[in-house]
């Protein structure tokens, strides 16, 4: 309602803007802000427990102008019903933020009366990200994506970010082999975790990873563990939590470089100096069909189509056109996914379980992974279907994901879920398990049948290396 002081403050305007272009809302949104009654946005935040929280951080905590309702949760089970505590959240916020489940959304909106949703996590298809909207819109909410930019931090050192347009891409053998060529030129290098924040907030606000030791005392998951403990076996500090500003300085006081370890297909929280992007040609075009890996596409000064030893001809050469065309400014380079296994003999003729990376199979979309490929080249006498054996969360995993079929997805992101996972490995009647995972999954779990580990790494595909574009781009920056 407008106040007489306003009615009169009006009466004036209309003579004194009739002929200066000025509109008159702007001018009586000024008049109100000097009022002290500034108009104030409801907002939900839709995430993952990862790039919702960041967002929030930078974008709207702290800013009278927006008030939070919540956040949403999607893809991790159990992340919501916790809270985002008051300590994270601010002074707008003394009682922190409710996190709901995404399902809710709609009532969430009708209920609070809210203004605006921000979508706020990855690896969604383009198509889903507007349903999204449709429900938002709907309801009489706004709805909006923040631009990739305007979220990044700016660091006193030079940052590698490497990202992908999809998960399971291969991401984090990349990222070892950046990591390996940086110490080679005696660079000391501190990689940066996308978020993974799936226990009690409060502990995870700034953590900072170097031995075995530290995984156990933040208590991670089997996804945390498996991003970790391989940098962690190079001698790489990895840091990773909730507040990537005070994140960013902490690493910038041990690395001369830092590298940005991206997560699912999203954008680098931090301005990278190199931004390489992987590809999967298993997934020839999905660069261009899922968000935000399209905006990764766009941004790309590196492009390394990973997996051509493994995918057809036809569907390398279709990711090569996408990136002329739509990143022509980017520069290509060809990888393989190296395979390895240890006394890979074992395999020939056996019944064989393929455990693989979770993410990868789930919202990843992958319906197999490393291990079936080992298991093909191996030549095992079959893959066993393990639907039938699964148990708990891991049934209600396939039944969610309908794509799986011929893999279990290491899913780990409780002592439940683990317990789970450990027994429908046990109940598969199989000679043999294949575990694909970037960890030593039977050191976390009791299984009751003979296994082998089935590694993979970055491996360059030609003449044309991934270390050659680095190490000229890197000079690059000197001059």
Same mark, same amino acid.
């Given at each position: 309602?407008?106040?007489?002081?306003?009615?009169?403050? !009006?009466?004036? %305007?209309?003579?004194?803007?009739?002929?200066?272009?000025?509109?008159?809302?702007?001018?009586?949104?000024?008049?109100?802000?000097?009022?002290?009654?500034?108009?104030?946005?409801?907002?939900?935040?839709?995430?993952?427990?990862?790039?919702?929280?960041?967002?929030?951080?930078?974008?709207?905590?702290?800013?009278?102008?927006?008030?939070?309702?919540?956040?949403?949760?999607?893809?991790?089970?159990?992340?919501?019903?916790?809270?985002?505590p008051?300590?994270?959240?601010g002074?707008?916020?003394?009682?922190?933020?409710?996190?709901?489940?995404?399902?809710?959304?709609?009532?969430?909106?009708?209920?609070?009366?809210?203004?605006?949703v921000?979508?706020s996590?990855?690896?969604?298809?383009?198509?889903?990200?507007?349903h999204?909207?449709?429900?938002?819109?709907?309801?009489?909410?706004?709805?909006i994506?923040?631009?990739?930019?305007?979220?990044?931090?700016?660091?006193?050192?030079?940052?590698?970010?490497?990202?992908a347009?999809?998960?399971?891409?291969?991401?984090?053998?990349?990222?070892?082999?950046?990591?390996g060529?940086?110490?080679?030129?005696?660079?000391?290098?501190v990689?940066?975790?996308?978020?993974?924040?799936?226990?009690?907030l409060?502990?995870?606000?700034?953590?900072?990873?170097s031995?075995?030791?530290d995984?156990?005392?933040?208590?991670?998951?089997?996804?945390?563990?498996e991003?970790?403990?391989?940098?962690?076996?190079?001698?790489?500090?990895?840091?990773?939590?909730?507040?990537?500003?005070?994140?960013?300085?902490?690493?910038?006081?041990?690395?001369?470089?830092?590298?940005?370890?991206?997560g699912?297909?999203?954008?680098?929280?931090?301005?990278?100096?190199?931004?390489?992007?992987?590809?999967?040609?298993?997934?020839?075009?999905?660069e261009r069909?899922?968000?935000?890996?399209?905006?990764?596409?766009?941004?790309?000064?590196?492009?390394?189509?990973?997996?051509?030893?493994?995918?057809?001809?036809?569907?390398?050469?279709?990711?090569?056109?996408?990136?002329?065309t739509?990143?022509?400014?980017?520069?290509?380079? !060809?990888?393989?996914?190296?395979?390895l296994?240890?006394?890979?003999?074992?395999?020939?003729?056996?019944?064989?379980?393929?455990?693989?990376?979770?993410?990868?199979?789930?919202?990843?979309?992958?319906?197999?992974?490393?291990?079936?490929?080992?298991?093909?080249?191996?030549?095992?006498?079959?893959?066993?279907?393990?639907?039938?054996?699964?148990?708990?969360?891991?049934?209600?995993?396939?039944?969610?994901?309908?794509?799986?079929?011929?893999?279990?997805?290491?899913?780990g992101?409780?002592?439940?879920?683990m317990?789970?996972?450990?027994?429908?490995?046990?109940?598969?009647e199989?000679?043999l398990? %294949?575990?694909?995972?970037?960890?030593?999954l039977?050191?976390?779990?009791?299984?009751?049948?003979?296994?082998?580990r089935?590694?993979?790494?970055?491996?360059?595909?030609?003449?044309?290396?991934?270390?050659?574009?680095?190490?000229?781009?890197?000079e690059?920056?000197k001059?």
């Amino acid at each position: 309602m407008i106040c007489y002081l306003e009615f009169l403050f !009006l009466l004036i %305007l209309q003579h004194s803007t009739a002929d200066s272009g000025v509109s008159v809302s702007i001018i009586l949104f000024a008049f109100r802000q000097w009022q002290g009654v500034a108009m104030v946005e409801s907002v939900i935040i839709m995430g993952a427990a990862g790039r919702d929280f960041h967002n929030f951080n930078i974008y709207f905590k702290d800013n009278p102008r927006y008030q939070v309702i919540g956040f949403t949760a999607t893809q991790i089970p159990d992340i919501e019903g916790r809270q985002y505590p008051a300590e994270l959240a601010g002074r707008l916020y003394p009682q922190g933020i409710k996190i709901y489940h995404e399902n809710q959304l709609a009532e969430l909106i009708r209920d609070n009366k809210v203004d605006l949703v921000a979508f706020s996590y990855s690896d969604v298809p383009h198509t889903e990200v507007m349903h999204k909207a449709a429900i938002a819109m709907a309801e009489g909410a706004d709805f909006i994506l923040i631009g990739a930019t305007y979220t990044m931090l700016r660091s006193q050192k030079p940052v590698v970010a490497v990202c992908a347009v999809r998960t399971g891409c291969g991401k984090s053998q990349t990222t070892r082999k950046i990591c390996g060529v940086l110490r080679g030129l005696g660079k000391k290098v501190v990689a940066v975790r996308h978020p993974m924040p799936y226990g009690d907030l409060t502990k995870q606000v700034v953590q900072r990873f170097s031995s075995y030791e530290d995984l156990d005392n933040h208590q991670c998951t089997i996804e945390e563990r498996e991003e970790y403990e391989p940098l962690i076996a190079q001698d790489i500090v990895v840091y990773a939590g909730i507040d990537y500003g005070r994140i960013l300085e902490v690493a910038e006081k041990e690395a001369d470089i830092i590298v940005w370890d991206g997560g699912n297909n999203d954008t680098p929280f931090y301005y990278p100096d190199i931004h390489i992007v992987i590809f999967d040609p298993h997934r020839a075009g999905h660069e261009r069909l899922y968000y935000p890996g399209e905006t990764n596409l766009l941004m790309a000064d590196i492009a390394v189509i990973n997996k051509v030893d493994s995918a057809p001809a036809k569907q390398v050469d279709l990711v090569r056109e996408n990136i002329a065309t739509y990143a022509p400014k980017a520069e290509i380079v !060809l990888a393989e996914s190296a395979i390895l296994v240890d006394q890979p003999e074992q395999i020939k003729g056996k019944r064989v379980l393929v455990v693989d990376d979770g993410p990868t199979l789930t919202h990843g979309g992958m319906s197999f992974g490393a291990g079936t490929i080992a298991a093909r080249r191996y030549e095992a006498d079959c893959v066993v279907d393990p639907r039938p054996y699964a148990v708990g969360s891991i049934r209600e995993t396939y039944k969610r994901y309908p794509h799986l079929n011929g893999e279990v997805p290491a899913m780990g992101y409780s002592q439940e879920q683990m317990y789970d996972l450990e027994l429908t490995i046990n109940n598969a009647e199989c000679d043999l398990v %294949l575990f694909a995972t970037p960890i030593d999954l039977p050191k976390l779990l009791s299984i009751n049948k003979p296994s082998l580990r089935v590694h993979y790494e970055y491996q360059d595909h030609g003449s044309h290396t991934l270390e050659k574009c680095l190490i000229r781009r890197l000079e690059a920056l000197k001059k």
